[in-house]
């Protein structure tokens, strides 16, 4: 059983969109999430309901129930006599979830090269120019962030809405650990490098390509996601 998880120190809240009424039940879902994935609440941080409910300046009510729907969504558990807590995931679940991941990006993007329009080709270079520059600045916290974006501008494209959003959720549970920003600035620059060859092959529509580079990326990246250190407070134990 582990001990009691704290609540670790957070950056100002986003402000609630009317002041005078103060945080509806929509925006402490929201904020409390965006947190999560950012990587300020990491894996087995603490979530007391009355310190963040003074936090937000409401009462429990709503906040039990934000917590209860991102426990839905994987995010967030309940331990008996101990509260809410970030999800702390094994590290064979995390390589789990990279697959679950590999699978779903696949077809999408099987499609999504083939229906992309001229403005979903300028997004995608957007998001890998910012890739390129968070390498360049090794910014890892940066490259973390857009490396997502880049993947969903790859994928979005495939109109295929349920699947991309089941390849959201699968991700969200991922990011409190922040995968790549324990990656080495080697390792990054070999998957930046997959993140290019993929572009290429996305912007002339050439399907085989593209996959193709996939394949070698995800490899690549599931060898990293390996190899991060189990030792750093980020995995739980794997259950007896």
Known sequence: MPSRPRLPRLPPLTPP?????????????????????????????GLPLRELASRFAVSVIPLRESLQTLIGEGLVEHWPNLGYRVTQ????????????????EWVALETAVTTATPEDHRLAAEAHARLEQAVLEDDSSAYHRESRIFHLALTRPSGMARLVHMLESAWNITEPIQPMVHVGPRDRAELHADHSRMLAAFYVGDAEALLAAAELHNTRLNRVVAQLPDDTGLFSDPAP
């Open 17 to 45: 969109h009317d002041l005078e009424r103060g945080y509806s039940q929509q925006e402490i879902l929201d904020e409390l999430r965006r947190l999560m994935l950012d990587g300020n609440m990491p894996p087995g941080a």
């Open 89 to 104: 995931l094994t590290a064979a679940e995390l390589r789990e979830l990279y697959i679950v991941r590999e699978r779903l």
